[in-house]
């Protein structure tokens, strides 16, 4: 195990990394959780940034902050499912092309300074999406690491991708939804990432651009563990030739530091918990992305009203894809659910997780959240929309089992059947507390991903520029 201050042993000169995370919620925690572990570990750190969903470099004191300008907005509010991945994924690709020369011009500054202050750039931990800036990287002879924000299997998802549009599981066909994916268990056709015809050229594009920014980096680092996915990084730790670090879960062997949230977090609802009995509290969120049908959002205020549990709804700003949405729950919600539970636009989630008082999470399925629910020991209700989200729920209901389906289009009887089963469901909360421990044995001292971490370090340590 290693300690503060190792990072700089073996050479008089203090070693930095930098970082550049994609700017969205998901990618930009993870990256802060992992910046925050070598930072404990006696690196520097710089963040470079877009304008746009920029840090709040106040709340982290101890980095270096460097703006890259070129890329201030992305997709507008309000697209419907079908287009959001698009949309996102078309913005991925502008901030690449707007960031590649003002990124190059920053960072070949910051070279010959550090260079005058005898200081030695150790490397760039990107976000697998930024293989433009990575090259740009690599061409000024500093060595780059990717931090994939996803899980493992969605990864061997990404390396399969070429033989899964030859055999005809890509773009998926409607009838073949509930057929199983044979060369890829667990999935399902329905598993794999969602796409239209229209959307399938911008994901294969996509995948295979994180696929040569994997490739052509020096390791390859996953927020995820080896009890909660051994066959899947196994057979990355076969099939890829960089170095393969699973060091999650990151939020938990990161020192806690000030929080990385966009939004302002609603810290009120944690004393509204305090007053809940254990394990009561149905918590709702849907992530930072991801987005609802008007009607769906009804029909969720309906079940959730007709379950008669305690609830903690985050309702984000723009989570409604309907232009003529006006962003108000359902008359007679509040009448319905008066004193039983907290409606807010954004919570201190991993908090929230960790509270006694929360039993159970309807959640989209985004890699982090499902992370801090596996390590909170709470079994979830799965909507997934979009992207990994769909695979990633297949491994909580079908893998872990710690999980409740909820697909389709949803209606008030089945919204309330699924919190039911999800709430009342002791099997579910013992295998879910039987993962979290699991989970806990890993971020130990003696863990497995402890001792990877300490790999990392070294690895990091022998990294040399060109
Ligand atoms: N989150 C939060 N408050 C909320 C909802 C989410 O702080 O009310 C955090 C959550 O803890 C997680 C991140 O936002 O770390 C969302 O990441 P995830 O991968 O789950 O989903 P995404 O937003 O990328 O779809």
């Not at 993870?30 to 709040?56: E, S």
């Not at 200081?119 to 780059?144: F, I, K, W």
Request: aromatic share 8%; net charge negative.
């Amino acid at each position: 195990m290693g300690s503060v201050g190792d990072a700089v042993t073996g050479g008089s000169r203090r070693r930095r990394v930098l970082f550049f995370p994609l700017p969205f919620q998901g990618h930009i925690n993870p990256m802060f959780q992992l910046a925050g572990l070598l930072h404990a570990r006696g690196f520097a750190v710089t963040f470079f940034h877009t304008h746009f969903n920029a840090p709040d470099p106040s709340r982290h004191p101890d980095y270096d902050f460097v703006p890259v300008p070129g890329f201030d907005n992305t997709a507008e509010g309000n697209s419907s499912l079908d287009t959001v991945v698009q949309v996102t994924l078309e913005h991925i690709l502008a901030m690449n092309r707007a960031c590649e020369a003002p990124f190059r011009e920053r960072l070949a500054a910051l070279l010959r300074r550090k260079e005058e202050e005898k200081e030695d750039v150790a490397c760039l931990v990107a976000d697998a999406h930024l293989l433009s800036l990575m090259d740009v990287t690599r061409g000024l002879g500093v060595p780059t690491l990717v931090l994939r924000t996803g899980s493992a299997a969605c990864f061997r998802l990404f390396v399969a991708f070429p033989m899964l549009c030859d055999k005809g599981y890509q773009p998926p066909q409607e009838s073949q939804l509930d057929a199983p994916v044979p060369e890829l268990p667990p999935y399902r056709v329905r598993d794999l990432i969602s796409t239209n015809a229209a959307g399938h050229g911008i994901i294969r594009e996509v995948i295979s651009r994180i696929m040569t920014a994997a490739e052509s980096s020096s390791g390859l680092i996953f927020n995820t563990f080896d009890a909660l996915e051994a066959d899947e990084l196994a057979s990355l730790r076969r099939d890829l030739t960089v170095p393969v670090f699973a060091i999650g879960p990151l939020h938990k062997l990161s020192p806690a530091a000030l929080s990385s949230s966009l939004l302002q977090q609603d810290r009120g609802c944690l004393a509204w918990l305090d007053s809940q009995p254990p394990a009561s509290v149905l918590y709702v969120s849907f992530g930072s992305l991801a987005s609802v049908s008007a009607s769906d959002l009804v029909e969720t205020a309906r079940g959730i009203a007709g379950s008669g549990r305690p609830f903690l709804w985050v309702l984000r700003p723009g989570l409604v894809n309907d232009a003529s949405y006006s962003q108000q729950l359902p008359e007679g919600f509040d009448a319905a659910t008066r004193g039983r539970g907290v409606v807010v636009s954004w919570a201190p989630q991993e908090e929230v997780l960790t509270h006694p008082s929360v039993g159970g999470f309807w959640t989209h399925c985004g890699w982090n959240s499902t992370m801090e629910a596996v390590c909170a020991g709470v079994p979830m209700l799965c909507r997934p929309c979009f992207g990994d989200q769909m695979g990633n729920a297949r491994y909580v209901n079908h893998v872990w089992r710690i999980g409740v389906e909820l697909n389709g289009q949803l209606e008030r009887s089945k919204v309330q059947a699924a919190i039911e089963t999800l709430m009342g469901g002791a099997e579910l909360r013992q295998r879910a507390k039987e993962l979290k421990s699991r989970a806990a044995e890993f971020v130990t001292e003696t863990g497995s991903s402890s001792a990877n971490v300490d790999k990392l370090v070294k690895h990091i340590m022998s990294l040399r520029r060109d």
